[in-house]
């Protein structure tokens, strides 16, 4: 057999744009998904996991940046046994998996569906800072009915659940809009004909996905893209939608048509559509879910009619949402900004229908989870810091049969411990281990407590302070070391855990 | 602008080899990935989540079936903005991106490194019925320790863990053997050189894996495969180790050389390697696994020493140990089997060396969650059919308002509360929509009860139990259905679900 060539090392690197997440980081994104699992789960959806790969052609093309390789997805053929298959790729989203399973299992599940889903997407886009090719979403969706109460209740939820996971009232509005009333502006102002389908859907997106960078842009980035085009920062030309300033006028009127209440906004966008049948068909259906939402007692400091959300997606057809966090950050550069959009959504009434010939109206919202944690931390309402366990040392090699039982005891009371499992030469690095594992308490037990039947405890997050803080006297008068009787180990661990307000685990 | 190609309908399928999972079923898994992280967190293992995307190099090849195409990862190459770009895949398991991550991050992480991770991984293999391309593992490793005391613990904890999750003891068993012992037992036989790593490696892979389908083959099969080959049913041949008779009965021997007790067998082992170095270290690595057990009380109840077992995977380098259900289930043509394994795992000393020329001991196991899974539902020990939401019917569309008001009152008493969102004309659909929910109670209140003050609540359960079991004067005796004032609707589906014991939710 020939020898095989020596390979070269491979590098220890995550592949751009991908990132590792330790300790803190994924017991809060797991708490956090159950948080939201539980609103949603309350509200009577039901939960749904279909697989991170579909068929490229189940998926669909209707991510904002289409001009990127391989359309924004992560994409590979299939090898058969004699030929190539299917092009299969990573999800982009949770809906439009959705849209190919309630087309699958339809007549096995409920008429309407509600079904929730969590985890993680994929987009192959340029990685910047703080941008990654994976990350989490949260879905609710309801499948099967156009009922504008559906598209209520979903916001009315995703209020609730914003409120359930710790962003308080006052830091979070959730902003409404419906397609339609654009496409009656659009056709209103003679932008575009809808009588030519094809046209119109491709122009209507490149118009939508100008509107839907106002946040980043400003008025100026948008109305260029509205015209002839933008060359950003770095040189890079965006061809724009080719509108003449008329008709761009109209548009950017549309986006600016927020008024101070909700029924003033909507009286706005009414005269906006104005001989339309799709936009008053929207604007109608704006009142409609403002007036549930009112009823319910979600007032404008929770939910509120804003024409400038438009989302990026293709497949939305009347409503769409957002929520948006209205406390300031300050980003990489030291400059106050508000944090942004969290979750977003609305109806797409046409995605079934790809597959089934037949309308299927839906409607959902997706909670970026990811950048909802990120707000939290910046908030200061969590921290990454979690606590480790109780280390018990390791003083003899030969009775690690003793330490083992130390900790199974500390265990079945349930506390979190481990034996130190390094090398247990030098008792100065097992120390350091235990810091660096964050650990509340060490216990040490060697030859010398063997024999007199005790074992030392160290209160490590109290040493910590004394040792920040205190003045020789103080340190003399708190000793934050205990010798106890070994069958008092757990109950003195117990006391110390209690002290420091630590909990069980 | 030209007109684009009208596209044929998209298929409403999932890729071969992925399926769906709904309600239940999700929720269960994430139950029981909780419950097993709960135990991992007590003894001491941090939380992990890398991404599902590796490069190819980072990945290795130490898949079993490495003559599949794309050798049994889902690979694709990078587009790179002027060039093609690494070859990116989805993960196998959840070693091999651990042994990135810690030569990636190793100045940052405590040493030793406990770690846990949780998540689904993708194999690119032939789909077969029961057999998915995508599922979950949660993983326990230690890195960074060549202790025995590090297996022993991996081994307590999957005893834990498997109780934790409602094994019963009696019904699992964990079988430990030792890598070294089976290259010490070919070497001895002559059967292969350790002076030659490159054939030595590559020979011992076709062995091992002729071993590790013993479960699968029976001794005769395995026999085959040590030899000349072997045909399988379908007619398809596997080439064999090609090892000659008397060679082939020694490492026969090997596999079967457990005896009714650890000592015994641990003896019997011993005779075998006798002469090899490391045939005898793995003896004793055994044997300290089996003494740190047995002080910690994980007798041969839960933990035996049984040479048959050696696991597939290629980067195994000393003790290897495997969870193994043994109650007895009928398996597709109603033939009684054993369940078989639900985790496996072992010592990897060689992995991190790779990326770092450094060797990095390390250790872990990895539970296969959705078989788990399976088996409980085997034992009935979990049912797929989870409690559906209060239904609250709509009788009256312009009083969506007035319904959605009961919702919230029943969720924010912390009750699962639904508003019907499907046409409303026909109120037959709505008690079968209902049903289809498994809901246990509907709330009624048309324009008749809206004007008393009064709602009409029916116990779908009880009402469901009447129609199945009751007679005429039962019937009549056992009204499911209750009408009472308004203010104490809240009340009264409080009590219809503590009847019936399913709690709040």
Known sequence: MAKTKKQPRPKAETPKGFRDYFGAEVTQRSAMLQAIAAVYHRYGFDALESSAVETVQALGKFLPDVDRPNEGVFAWQEFDERDRGDWLALRYDLTAPLARVYAQHR???????????????????????????????????????????????????????????????????IRINNRKVLNGVMEVAGVLDPSEPENFAQERGIVLRAIDKLDRLGPGGVRALLGDGRKDESGDFTAGAGLGDAQAEIVMGFMQARRDTGAETVARLRELV?????????????????????????????????????????????????????????????????????????????????????????????????????????????????????????????????????????????????????????????????????????????????????VQIKDLILGAQIAENATLEEWKERPSQFEVPRDQMLAKVREILALHGTGAN
Chains 1, 2 share one sequence.
């Open 107 to 173: 007549n096995d599940l409920p008429m309407p569906y509600r079904r929730y889903a969590m985890g993680p997407v994929w987009r192959n886009e340029k990685p910047g800072p703080g941008r990654f090719r994976q990350f989490y979403q949260c879905d609710a969706d309801t499948v099967g009915t156009a009922s504008m109460a559906a598209d209520a209740e979903i916001c009315a939820m995703l209020s609730d659940t914003l409120e359930a996971v710790g962003i308080a009232r006052g830091d979070y509005v």
């Open 274 to 454: 104005q001989g339309s049948a799709m936009g008053e068909d929207g604007v109608a259906e704006l009142q409609e879910i403002a007036d549930l939402l009112a009823a319910q007692g979600y007032g404008p400091d929770r939910i509120i009619i804003d024409p400038s959300v438009v989302r990026g997606l293709g497949y939305y057809t009347g409503p769409v949402y957002e929520a948006e966090l209205t406390f300031e950050i300050l980003d990489e550069k030291g400059r106050k900004r508000q944090f942004g959009s969290v979750a977003g959504g609305g109806r797409y009434d046409d995605l079934v229908k790809r597959f089934t010939g037949q309308a299927v109206p839906a409607t959902g919202v997706s909670i970026g989870v990811d950048r909802l944690l990120a707000a939290l931390r910046e908030k200061g309402r969590i921290t990454s810091v979690a606590q480790g366990p109780v280390v018990v040392t390791v003083m003899d090699r030969d009775r690690m049969a003793d330490y083992q039982a130390m900790v199974a005891e500390l265990r079945n009371a349930g506390i979190r411990a481990e034996v130190y499992l390094g090398n247990p030469k030098n008792f100065g690095n097992q120390l350091k281990y235990a810091d660096r594992r964050n650990s509340p308490v060490a216990i040490i037990e060697g030859g010398d407590e063997k024999d007199r039947g005790v």
